[in-house]
């Protein structure tokens, strides 16, 4: 536990000491800026290499005597701006939402401390990469995923499903004109699965809405299936509220699972944002342990919400553009605690590779 403070500390003194002088650093190059080039180089390199070699195998396959033509290149590797849209806020903040739409290239390092009152203080690192396939096929991408991050992570809740890393394919194609879909198929841990989702963007004068439908199956968890809504509408200029709705069911658990969310974006510079997120959890069957001094320990189920959040994260870019740290106060009052205040601190470092604009 002692290594664990240690590492939580010296991640809040990093935090505590980033001002505006690290912004200015980014134009000095240095050996790490040289060294940061190369590996993200590297990681458009090989993503271009693998491409364009199953593209030819592709195409050779497809028309043996060479009378197609090539395909062109495509560049989908940068990073939106800092525009206060749905699509800006997702690529800042980096949360499920743009993990699951994006098609750029990308290697994603990530340092976390989690420091909670109630529940186990944490340390974690966690690696996700994605590489575009743009011209092999239209919109593949080979991804490598230590984790599915979603709103669940606001509580500091990890299963072994969860923590099991995952490596495999997506494919991009819209099933209809208005409907996109991404298939994905690879393994969690040493156990196969198949994945699809299905998404659809419906815009008025003040609303922008969308709903997600995701189903999973693995051998190791059987069938999961989860609908979610994002409703996004700006404020002000630098400011973006979003209405967040989910809902589902898994083979293995009794039960249905939802939440709903109120996110509050705020971006008053470049490369700075912050996120105050109010959210509450529940389920029609929800399983908890009463009382754990006996054996078996002794459960109880509840059918309402068993959780609320209340949570407060401030992200930014410092001294180098692929540099970002993020601080997270908050407070949850869970039924597994009789509803009492579970006070957390949440610290991250994330190191990107790839093409940050």
């Not at 980014?26 to 290499?49: A, F, G, M, R």
Request: zero cysteines; proline letters at 3%; glycine letters at 4%.
């Amino acid at each position: 536990m002692s290594s664990r403070l240690a590492v939580s500390l010296f991640l809040l003194f990093i935090t505590l000491h980033a001002d505006e002088q690290g912004q200015k650093v980014i134009e000095d190059e240095s050996y790490v800026d040289t060294k940061h080039k190369e590996l993200s180089d590297q990681v458009i390199k090989w993503s271009t290499y693998i491409d364009k070699d199953l593209d030819e195998r592709i195409r050779k396959y497809q028309d043996p005597d060479n009378n197609t033509t090539a395909s062109k290149d495509i560049d989908d590797s940068t990073i939106a701006d800092d525009e206060i849209t749905s699509q800006g806020v997702d690529t800042f903040f980096q949360n499920q939402k743009f993990l699951d739409e994006t098609e750029a290239s990308f290697v994603r390092v990530r340092t976390e401390a989690r420091l909670n009152s109630k529940d186990d203080s944490k340390f974690n690192l966690r690696l996700k990469a994605s590489l575009a396939l743009s011209r092999s096929k239209e919109n593949i991408k080979f991804f490598i995923s230590g984790d599915q991050d979603n709103v669940k992570e606001f509580l500091d809740e990890e299963d072994e499903a969860q923590r099991r890393p995952e490596l495999g394919l997506d494919f991009f194609t819209p099933l209809t004109e208005k409907i996109d879909s991404k298939y994905s198929v690879g393994i969690s841990g040493i156990y196969p699965f198949t994945r699809a989702r299905y998404s659809m963007t419906h815009k008025t004068e003040l609303w922008t809405v969308e709903p997600v439908q995701t189903f999973q199956y693995s051998l190791k968890d059987d069938f999961e299936e989860e609908t979610q809504v994002y409703i996004d509408t700006p404020l002000i200029d630098t400011t973006l509220l979003r209405i967040e709705l989910g809902r589902g069911t898994e083979s293995r658990q009794q039960g249905m699972d939802y939440l709903g969310a109120l996110h509050l974006f705020w971006t008053p510079a470049p490369k700075t944002g912050l996120q105050l997120t109010q959210a509450f959890f529940g389920n029609t069957k929800y399983e908890y342990v009463t009382d754990d001094s006996i054996e078996p320990a002794e459960t109880d189920t509840y059918g309402g919400i068993n959780n609320y959040l209340t949570s407060l994260t401030w992200r930014q870019s410092i001294f180098r553009k692929w540099f970002f740290y993020e601080v997270s106060p908050g407070v949850n009052y869970s039924i597994v605690y009789d509803y009492e205040p579970n006070y957390r601190f949440f610290v991250k470092l994330d190191f990107y590779f790839g093409h940050i604009e």
